[in-house]
């Protein structure tokens, strides 16, 4: 399905939409739940990803098919691990497939895990005999993906002797690692985290039920931030429900949005982003998004639309996600008229004021290609390309940009 967005703008000057829970938080949260069943989760995401990951944490079949949900890859590898007595194969989408699990597997198999490649080495599907892990010391590198070491974390309180980690290199998107950490202090799982060490405790758990709320999700939101920084002066949207001492590195957006004059306001559980000022086209915007990747392709497509200069580093892990992001951002821009210069972990966004027209931008099976791409709706007309792919993290993109007065066909 391609949508056409007809140039369009937002209908109502003060518009509210309601965005269900954090895919990452969902996924750590469902997985815990598996561990400790006395878990109940209020407000989880509807993505695909985290309907994918239920499914496969209560399904019984040989065969568990993920498609393109990194995030449940990674965790579900771990969890599986230790399921005495169980055989799985994990399997997903030619992408998944060519997205590295090395660094996590020899993790495991260094804890006493019985992981083997069925195709290529290095990388999905795996088949995995689950066993109790008598080891808890591991060193891994850091560099790559942070999922490989929540991975360990979520399920190391399970383990004898809990875990022992040490990381290696440039530890990268920390706030992801941080927020499996809080998670499992919210549930009474003891952690230290010092320098390039992590350790947890193993953790017998209590029969006491504990609900835990998810906060909203904030990568979804960072589209809504685009689409205010691309408005008229005084455009308001407010979204529930969020907090301003949120656990998801993303929230880091009302800080950088500043820059593109959208204010946040923080009132009872929601956020009110307003275009607060006008931006002076010489700006010149410099970010290291190594702790916020996700939010790299939003930003990228609000400096375009503003016309403003954008250097972002720190995008290091962009060439092993949903796509290679950092080359899908350079060709789609290129197309609508911009001049991107790219390396493996930096982007450099010159400054331009044209946007052609009538462009048809690909999506690279990548949700965060469509979603970062639609708010230039409020700048020209553009096509949409595989539109139905943001359901792997937000099924509701489409039908909330129509409630705001988007044009679409
Ligand atoms: O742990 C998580 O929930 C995630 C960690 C990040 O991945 P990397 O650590 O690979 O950057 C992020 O990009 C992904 O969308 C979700
Ligand atoms: C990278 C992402 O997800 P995952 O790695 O879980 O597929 C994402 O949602 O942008």
């Avoid at 429900?241 to 946040?264: C, M, N, R, W």
């Avoid at 966004?349 to 946007?355: C, D, H, M, R």
Wanted: glycine share 4%.
């Amino acid at each position: 399905m391609d949508i056409h967005i007809l140039k369009s703008s937002i209908a109502n000057r003060q518009s509210s939409i309601t965005i269900t829970g954090s895919k990452s938080e969902s996924n750590r949260l469902l997985l815990l739940q598996a561990l400790y069943p006395q878990i109940r989760i209020e407000n989880l995401s509807n993505s695909d990803d985290s309907l994918l990951m239920q499914k496969a944490l209560t399904s019984n079949a040989e065969v568990i098919d993920i498609h393109h949900a990194g995030t449940a890859m990674r965790f579900l590898t771990a969890y599986f691990s230790i399921q005495n007595n169980q055989e799985v194969v994990l399997t997903g989408s030619s992408r998944m497939k060519e997205r590295p699990i090395k660094i996590l597997v020899d993790a495991l198999r260094d804890l006493g895990a019985d992981i083997s490649y069925l195709e290529n080495e290095g990388f999905p599907p795996l088949k995995i005999k689950g066993k109790k892990l008598s080891k808890s010391k591991v060193t891994l590198k850091a560099n790559v993906s942070s999922q490989y070491i929540s991975a360990l974390l979520l399920i190391a309180s399970r383990l004898e002797n809990g875990i022992e980690l040490t990381l290696d290199g440039k530890i990268t998107s920390i706030p992801y690692i941080k927020m499996t950490l809080s998670l499992l202090d919210e549930l009474g799982i003891k952690s230290e985290f010092k320098s390039n060490k992590i350790s947890v405790q193993a953790h017998v758990s209590s029969d006491k039920s504990q609900t835990l709320v998810v906060e909203s999700d904030w990568s979804s939101a960072s589209y809504f931030y685009s689409i205010v920084a691309l408005s008229e002066l005084n455009t308001e949207i407010t979204l529930t429900s969020y907090k301003k001492d949120s656990l998801q590195g993303d929230s880091v957006l009302a800080e950088i949005y500043k820059e593109f004059g959208v204010a946040t306001k923080f009132k009872d559980n929601s956020i009110a982003l307003t275009k607060s000022s006008n931006i002076d086209s010489q700006l010149s915007i410099d970010l290291d998004l190594s702790n916020a990747p996700d939010i790299a392709q939003t930003i990228a497509v609000t400096a375009f639309g503003l016309g403003l200069e954008c250097y972002m580093s720190g995008l290091h892990t962009l060439k092993i996600k949903e796509t290679d992001r950092l080359v899908a951002l350079k060709i789609e821009l290129e197309k609508l008229g911009a001049e991107v210069e790219i390396t493996d972990a930096t982007l450099h966004l010159k400054p331009s004021s044209i946007i052609n027209s009538d462009v048809s931008i690909a999506t690279y099976k990548d949700h965060r290609m469509a979603m970062a791409f639609a708010p230039l709706g409020l700048r020209t007309s553009l096509t949409i390309k595989d539109a139905d792919v943001v359901s792997k993290s937000y099924p509701d993109f489409w039908n909330h940009l129509k409630s705001l007065g988007f044009n679409l066909k």
